[in-house]
């Protein structure tokens, strides 16, 4: 696994929940789960692609 994407990661989640706490604060809870759901996704989209690789890894392995 890349140091990379971890560091991708964290920064991702370090800005939606800066911008979750500025939101809710503010009395815009709705906007806030949105912002929250957004970045789940986008992490979401990020793991995608190593999911990928690891089922293709484990399926060469196994001869599947």
Do not use: C
């Not at 009395?27 to 990928?52: F, H, K, Y």
């Amino acid at each position: 696994m890349d140091v990379n994407l971890i560091i991708k990661v964290a920064g991702v989640g370090i800005l939606v929940a800066a911008t979750h706490q500025i939101l809710s604060k503010s009395g815009r809870d709705e906007q806030a789960m949105l912002v929250t759901v957004t970045g789940i996704v986008v992490v979401l989209l990020m793991l995608i692609q190593q999911l990928s690789s690891l089922f293709s890894s484990i399926k060469s392995i196994f001869g599947l």
